[in-house]
């Protein structure tokens, strides 16, 4: 069985990374959204340039808005997004 999860990016952070969507594979270690995006930040110049960026960072696991404590699992759609403004 496949361990992989799909990671949507919106918004500015999507224009940032030149792309929508990365599949990325599970690591054993790999339990919480914050651990996937750390340890993809480290392989990825272009994910850690964009997540580096001023603000805050929004997440949502299988469309349920969560946290970067939230645990992933495999097959789980993980959205990246910046925080949301008004005007």
């Known amino acids: 069985m496949s361990a992989d999860v799909t990671v949507l990016y919106f918004a500015a952070l999507r224009e940032r990374m030149g792309r929508s969507r990365d599949i990325l594979t599970l690591s054993e270690n790999t339990r919480t959204v914050g651990a996937l995006l750390m340890e ?25 808005l969560s946290d970067l404590s939230a645990p992933v699992q495999a097959g789980d759609e993980v959205a990246v997004f910046p925080p949301m403004t008004g005007g």
């Open 40 to 64: 993809r930040r480290k392989v990825d110049p272009t994910l850690d340039a964009a997540l580096s960026g001023p603000g805050t960072l929004r997440v949502a696991v299988n469309r349920q």
